[in-house]
């Protein structure tokens, strides 16, 4: 047990989707952005995988909140307390005083100065008190093992849960971007309003979320790798009678087909904006791939024939993000590019 107060680093990629805290280069929290509240206290009764179970399942003494929406903060004090509930989970040992905090936090490149703000605060209220904030697409090159120091052009496309970011990285500073909100929560809207409109059935946020993984596609035709239908269960609409619905991967694909097409369109006015020296370099290189929604089948392919330049999807594009903040966390006096 010490006596004395100490500094515990620690990055976080405060995403959407999934919050994901490492701490001396490892991974020590990944879970769900959801926070339960207490509806008549405001006070945090679950966060987490936890807080999720609750999640469409509430009674009306307890509301649960998915703070961040297209990957800035919704709901301030929603955030707050996730963000303390999360670093609470960090293993800190048996200590007489909180340690001081310092943070390297991911944020969407599109962020305003008003929703880096509320990053910042929120951060600082949930016991920051050296904080730094860093462009997820720079965090994602960073994560994804580009040098994104050197004198040529890479290029990062990170489709997360709230946005989509598109960033060409040369010396250390992003050249060009486009940061749009149509990523991996709009493919889950788009497939609850589908199975509603198609096959008159009711699905929650839930069941879409496990239908896009199961049977989510960027192409009707996946070949030998094509998923096995997958059973949706749920209320028929009109009589409110179980439904059960097989669902295959091409029907969601032409589903997709309008949000996808808008992340291209993005990836296109990003390549046009791009300097001819850095266009040739990213010809040669590819282009990478991060975020969870590089994992959408045959999207890579996809994005390969109609671009004409090769993609890449990263090693556990999950983590590159979280991976990057936390290479930054470890290089904060040499890294240029880090907001204070």
Do not use: W
């Not at 500094?7 to 001396?24: K, M, P, R, V």
């Not at 929604?293 to 999807?313: E, S, Y």
């Amino acid at each position: 047990m010490r006596l004395f107060s100490f500094t515990q680093e620690i990055a976080i990629d405060l995403g959407t989707a999934n919050t994901i805290i490492t701490s001396n280069g490892k991974i020590v929290v990944d879970e769900p952005s959801v926070v339960a509240l207490d509806r008549r206290t405001e006070k945090m009764i679950a966060v987490g995988e936890r807080a999720k179970l609750m999640y469409e399942k509430e009674n009306p003494y307890i509301r649960t909140v998915r703070p961040l929406k297209d990957g800035v903060i919704a709901d301030f004090n929603a955030c707050e307390q996730m963000m303390r509930g999360l670093i609470k989970k960090v293993n800190m040992g048996n200590r007489l005083f909180s340690p001081s905090l310092r943070m390297v936090i991911g944020v969407p490149s599109g962020s305003t100065e008003v929703e880096l703000r509320a990053v910042r605060d929120s951060a600082e209220h949930a016991g920051g008190r050296d904080v730094y904030l860093i462009f997820e697409p720079m965090a994602a090159a960073v994560g994804v093992g580009l040098d994104v120091e050197a004198p040529e052009g890479n290029m990062i496309v990170d489709i997360g849960g709230g946005s989509t970011e598109i960033a060409v990285i040369s010396l250390g500073g992003i050249v060009t971007n486009s940061s749009i909100r149509i990523a991996g929560d709009d493919l889950t809207a788009d497939i609850q309003e589908y199975m509603s409109r198609q096959h008159n059935v009711k699905v929650s946020e839930r069941m879409a979320e496990r239908i896009k993984i199961s049977v989510g596609s960027a192409l009707t035709d996946l070949g030998d790798e094509a998923p096995e239908d997958y059973i949706v269960h749920g209320p028929n609409r009109v009589t409110a009678l179980p439904t059960e619905v097989p669902v295959c991967y091409q029907e969601i694909a032409h589903c997709l087909e309008k949000s996808i097409a808008k992340i291209e369109t993005a990836i296109l006015n990003a390549l046009e904006n791009t300097p001819p020296e850095l266009y040739a370099d990213i010809v040669n290189n590819g282009i990478y791939l991060a975020g969870g929604g590089a994992l959408l089948r045959g999207l890579d392919k996809r994005l390969t024939d109609k671009i004409n330049i090769p993609f890449h999807i990263a090693e556990d594009p999950l983590h590159s993000v979280a991976r990057g903040t936390g290479i930054a966390l470890k290089n904060v006096n040499r890294f240029s590019f880090l907001m204070r």
